[in-house]
């Protein structure tokens, strides 16, 4: 309790002065304090130190918040956050949840008062290497892959599927696509392919919670140091196109790239909106068959729907920000160091911004009639909050000096994968029987459709 006391326990405030100590219920000591009206209080973060959970959220408790329920279907209980409780000290975790739109926006652009940490520092190692990710040439090669790979690496997955008359869309064709550009993009070489990928799965689930899957993030983070090291070494000799060797050939001010570099920068690249979002948007698309017309009726309905699917129903459900210093908002005192976990999936379907909000509606008109705090995408399009994907963008939506920002990327990359696969198969079915779901693997981790069964013909 000492490390959350006023400052002023230590030093004098000549408008507020500790008059003494009061020992609660549960045992803790809180200094008690005379204000400047001569009025004896507490400090507000003081005050929620002593409640309970029965006295002050009998709707929900924080274990609803880590149950299998909550896993695989979060909304109904974000929603009771979200109405009754829109900053819920959850006790259990030790954080504050935040879940209405206004104010999970607010949260995310305010940089003066809350920071976003990076993968790495889940990471704990302090020789983790530099992020290049936001090195020009880099985004340009990345944007160069998607731009022009797109559509060549989705119609050889669909031509697969349709050569065995369908399969798991969501693994075989949507996962697939998203892995597929990262190899293309890093140059991994064929024969190094299922190795690699073990590993960056194994990479990116490591800042998990889960002591299993910690550990083996970091067997695969040392892995990837010691292949990228002699990969590294090939590209400065022989360069290609690929990001690794646009990494090799960076002129850095703190010295060449290293492997380290290069793992952290593929550590902090988004992995999960693209292959997330293509396969909730054909979950979505495939159990709407109304929806699914509008999106053969015409191509531009698909970017509309993939917009619409990043609302209902973001792969990535939350972002974790932390409070810089002490920050009095939304009637709390929030510690310094505090975690507050913006819910874009309750932010997404709030009705204060969206009408029916729990509908999918291809073509919403209330997309982008508001104007919700800088939230406004490099397209001009507000659409749902895709927190992995950072930031709205500064630039505009076709910069002359600059790539498209990653938001309109991956949506161009989704919606093109999206279409190819309509145009090799525009008669693509659920299989009968079929009730496929939304899930997380777990808690925490990417909240999508993992087994999506579909038929196809060739004609």
Not at 161 to 183: P, W
Not at 204 to 212: A, H, I
Not at 235 to 247: A, E, M, N, T
Request: hydrophobic share 40%.
């Amino acid at each position: 309790m000492s490390g959350n006391q006023d400052k002023t326990s230590n030093s004098p405030n000549p408008k507020r002065q500790a008059t003494g100590q009061l020992a609660g219920r549960n045992g803790v000591v809180v200094p008690k304090y005379k204000t400047s009206g001569e009025q004896a209080g507490y400090r507000t973060y003081e005050v929620y130190q002593r409640e309970r959970v029965g006295q002050s959220t009998e709707r929900i408790k924080p274990v609803h918040l880590v149950s299998d329920d909550f896993r695989v279907d979060p909304y109904p209980m974000l929603a009771i956050l979200r109405e009754h409780y829109p900053c819920y000290r959850d006790w259990l975790e030790n954080c504050f949840w935040i879940t209405r739109y206004d104010d999970v926006t607010s949260v995310f652009t305010d940089d003066a008062n809350f920071e976003t940490r990076s993968k790495a520092w889940r990471y704990d190692q302090a020789d983790m290497g530099r992020d290049l990710g936001a090195e020009l040439k880099v985004l340009e090669t990345y944007a160069t892959t998607l731009i022009n790979r797109s559509e060549d690496i989705a119609a050889r997955l669909a031509e697969g599927l349709l050569e065995r008359g369908g399969g798991n869309l969501a693994t075989g064709f949507a996962s697939s696509f998203a892995m597929e550009m990262i190899l293309v993009a890093w140059g991994i070489p064929l024969a190094d392919t299922n190795r690699f990928t073990h590993n960056y799965w194994a990479l990116q689930r490591g800042t998990s919670w889960r002591p299993d899957l910690q550990l083996a993030g970091q067997v695969a983070l040392e892995e990837l140091k010691a292949y990228f090291e002699a990969l590294l070494s090939d590209r400065r000799d022989d360069p290609g196109d690929d990001l690794v060797s646009v990494i090799a050939q960076l002129e850095l001010p703190d010295g060449p790239a290293t492997a380290a570099d290069v793992v952290r920068t593929l550590l902090e690249g988004d992995h999960e909106t693209l292959g997330g979002a293509l396969a909730n948007l054909w979950y979505l698309l495939l159990t709407h068959p109304e929806a699914l017309e509008q999106a053969r009726s015409e191509s531009r309905l698909m970017k509309l729907a993939y917009l619409e699917t990043v609302r209902h129903s973001t792969p990535v459900l939350a972002a974790h920000r932390y409070t810089r210093h002490e920050v009095e908002r939304f009637g709390r005192l929030l510690p310094a160091g505090a975690l507050v976990i913006c819910s874009a999936a309750a932010a997404n379907r709030d009705p204060r911004v969206f009408t029916e909000p729990d509908r999918f509606v291809v073509d919403r008109q209330d997309m982008c009639h508001r104007e919700p705090r800088g939230q406004y995408r490099a397209d001009g399009l507000a659409s749902g909050i895709t927190f992995a994907l950072g930031k709205p963008s500064r630039h505009p939506a076709v910069p002359e000096d600059r790539p498209m920002s990653a938001y309109a990327l991956v949506r161009d990359a989704a919606v093109t994968a999206s279409n190819t696969l309509l145009a090799c198969a525009p008669d693509l079915s659920l299989v009968a029987g079929a009730q496929p779901r939304l899930n997380a693997l777990s808690l925490g981790e990417m909240h999508t459709c993992w087994d999506l069964p579909v038929v196809m013909h060739r004609h």
